[in-house]
């Protein structure tokens, strides 16, 4: 059976006291979710301390970005190992405002994927198509090559550290989401080139990112290929990031 997982992709919001009250208030009710759910934080970097400390082992946390080396001169990098040492079990990788601000290709990506699970950490790697890709028929092309080429050096044997979560870009933070049908159809050939990639696919957890709300989560959730959610703006408000966790259809298994 495959990981049902909802991250909370804080991006750059938050502060100390948001990391206290919120992760704190997520925390009480964690043990209230059902078993096979792993709910992961994940804060700017400089918070993952309060964060941690907030989440009493109940909760997983994650790191927004990794640089490509491991130490070093790099000024303002923090790296794969440092993360792990911090306490983080997550990564995520490729984000699309990590591909359309900061400029990161594939073959970054696919670099940064490989020192994430080099060093004991989960990636959990973004892939999504612009409206223009969509709107001329080749989203599904375009994540095909992002997740061949994003996982084009996963070492033999480390597949189980890797999450792919679907977010398509138009989606992000405009509250148009994909409709339930749609999304599955995208994890359905994403499952597909995994296999064709010769990975355990029927065991990867499949996330899908963008505008997920508590209203929409719940038809989202009970399609067959996606495992959870990446969740941005609703998982900085804890009732709402909550309901999203309590989505998952009951008893269902993958
Ligand atoms: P929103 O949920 O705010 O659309 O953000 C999605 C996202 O980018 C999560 O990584």
């Not at 995520?92 to 994430?116: M, N, P, Y």
Request: one cysteine or more; hydrophobic letters at 45%; aromatic letters at 6%.
């Amino acid at each position: 059976m495959r990981r049902k997982i909802v991250a909370g992709n804080w991006k750059m919001n938050g502060s100390k006291d948001l990391s206290e009250k919120l992760v704190g208030s997520i925390r009480s009710e964690a043990g209230t979710l059902d078993k096979g759910v792993e709910v992961v934080i994940i804060p700017p970097a400089i918070y993952i301390g309060d964060v941690l400390v907030q989440a009493e082992n109940a909760l997983s946390v994650g790191v927004q970005n990794v640089g490509r080396w491991q130490s070093g001169a790099y000024t303002g990098e923090i790296s794969a190992g440092m993360a792990r040492d911090a306490g983080c079990r997550y990564v995520l990788v490729g984000h699309s405002e990590r591909r359309q601000i900061f400029g990161e290709t594939d073959e970054l990506v696919a670099e940064k994927v490989s020192l994430v699970v080099s060093s004991g950490l989960t990636a959990i790697v973004c892939v999504g198509e612009t409206l223009e890709e969509r709107e001329s028929g080749q989203a599904e092309a375009v994540v095909a090559a992002q997740v061949r080429a994003g996982l084009a050096s996963v070492p033999a044997g480390k597949w189980h550290d890797i999450v792919v979560a679907y977010e398509p870009v138009w989606a992000i933070g405009t509250g148009k989401t994909a409709t339930s049908d749609d999304a599955q159809a995208m994890h359905a050939a994403v499952r597909k080139v995994l296999k064709d990639m010769g990975a355990p696919s029927e065991s990867i957890s499949l996330l899908y990112g963008g505008s997920v709300k508590a209203d929409n989560a719940a038809a989202l959730f009970s399609e067959p290929d996606i495992d959870g959610g990446l969740i941005g703006g609703a998982s900085l408000v804890a009732k709402e990031f909550m309901c999203i966790c309590r989505s998952f259809p009951v008893g269902a298994e993958n």
